[in-house]
């Protein structure tokens, strides 16, 4: 109690006005903004010696700051590119890092006990609502949507304060929230990262069977999306997705189709390597016209037109999506078992669509999406099938 007693004392006594001043019974240092200097800087209170430092210098006002839970770091707002922004810095004014960048204000940054994270206050979409940001990575995520003002009761911009900011010497209530779980998790025992999207993108990691990935981007099809880290694409359908994709902003990124193998003998007459070659047959739907919310199911021909057997049994994916948009509605994974040459295999997959009906939808289905089995050819495993789905008994 001494120590919340000298810090608010030495605060009250400085010159000029603080603003949003950290303390903690428990701290050996307390970060604030005070504009004594003639704009708001911040500095750190040493709580043993009574000494303040100030720790940054720069036309624009710094104010908003927060020690991180193992009082290294320092996380503050500041707009030093005309709009208020975060950044961080550590606790002796070195290695400053910019980690939002828009033209909106960002403010009230509170670091959360994981030390990871960090939630704050935004009007990046025209009204003040609360997000969390992930300081490594920089993944962003919205967790209230209303037209409310969120920044807490006592926000405003009075005298002295940077136009729509919280008013200076005033700390608003701020939730705490828990550190996501994830945007999605790996269904497969393993998947691919490339480097972007498509089956023939370069590889440059992988992700093992229940691991968790924060998503960035994503393929105007939804059939690939963009991780954090490791950073690059993966297969949409391998991931089982926890948030709507819908809110996740669509990547312009070039489609990298699986490469043709090169002829094993580079003679005259080339003679292709002695291989499986799974290639993508007809597709029927089961009844003909799907009904909304009623499942119907997906037929879909995969036949082994190479010189060997399949080298593993292997899945289908299936996504269907609306055909304006390219926003996705459904997906489900099929399977076959290892094909002889010659041999056509029929996968069934059951699927209910419940959105959007009276339009066209489009359903893409890819044979191996994970390029699990060896062939000679590559470029010929997806078909797409377009159906208008009926109103059917949806309201």
């Known amino acids: 109690m001494k120590r919340v007693v000298l810090t608010l004392m030495l605060l009250l006594t400085s010159i000029g006005t603080p603003v949003l001043a950290q303390g903690d019974s428990e701290a050996e240092f307390v970060v604030f903004a005070s504009d004594r200097s003639g704009n708001y800087e911040l ?34 707002a500041s707009d030093r590119d005309g709009d208020f922004e975060l950044f961080v810095v550590n606790l002796d004014g070195t290695g400053l890092e910019q980690i939002t960048n828009n033209n909106k204000n960002d403010v009230q940054p509170r670091w959360q006990p994981n030390g990871n994270n ?24 919205q967790l209230t949507n209303d037209p409310a003002d969120e920044r807490g009761p006592m926000a405003g911009t009075g005298e002295g304060a940077p136009g729509g900011v919280p008013t200076p010497g005033v700390s608003t209530p701020f939730p705490t929230a828990a550190a996501p779980t994830g945007d999605a998790v790996v269904g497969g025992t393993r998947l691919n990262v490339r480097a972007n999207p498509g089956p023939g993108a370069r590889i440059v990691g992988g992700l093992a069977q229940g691991q968790t990935v924060d ?4 393929y105007y099809d939804n059939s690939w999306v963009q991780i954090a880290s490791p950073a ?35 003679t005259a007459t080339p003679i292709p ?19 909304c919310g009623q499942t ?18 292997g ?63 590559e470029t010929d495993n997806a078909r797409t099938i377009s159906y208008t789905l009926s109103k059917g008994a949806c309201p």
Do not use: C, K
């Open 43 to 76: 500095y750190v209170l040493d709580l043993e010696t009574g000494l303040t430092t100030q720790l940054t210098n720069d036309p624009a006002d710094d104010i908003d700051p927060q020690l991180s839970a193992d009082g290294e770091m320092i996380v503050f």
């Open 232 to 266: 690059g694409w993966v297969y949409a359908p391998l991931l089982t997705i926890n948030i709507d994709l819908a809110t996740v902003p669509v990547v312009n990124a070039a489609f990298t189709e699986a490469a043709t193998a090169t002829p094993a003998l580079p």
């Open 296 to 313: 119907f199911n997906v037929g879909f021909d995969v036949a082994n037109l190479g010189t060997l057997p399949s080298a593993a049994s």
């Open 315 to 377: 899945t289908v994916s299936l996504v269907d999506v609306r055909t304006a948009d390219g926003a996705q509605q459904g997906t489900t994974i099929g399977g076959f078992p290892v094909l002889q040459p010659g041999q056509t295999f029929r996968v069934t997959m059951p699927l209910t669509i419940s959105t959007w009906y009276n339009e066209t939808h489009t359903i893409t289905l890819i044979i191996d999406p994970g390029n699990q089995i060896g062939e000679t050819v």
């Open 118 to 141: 960090i939630v704050y206050m935004s009007d990046v979409n025209g009204e003040w609502d609360v997000y969390i940001i992930t300081a490594a990575t920089g993944v962003v995520r």
């Open 215 to 218: 998503i960035i981007g994503r």
């Open 273 to 291: 390597a002695a291989s499986a070659n799974l290639v993508a047959g007809i597709v029927v739907l089961e009844p003909s016209q799907p009904v």
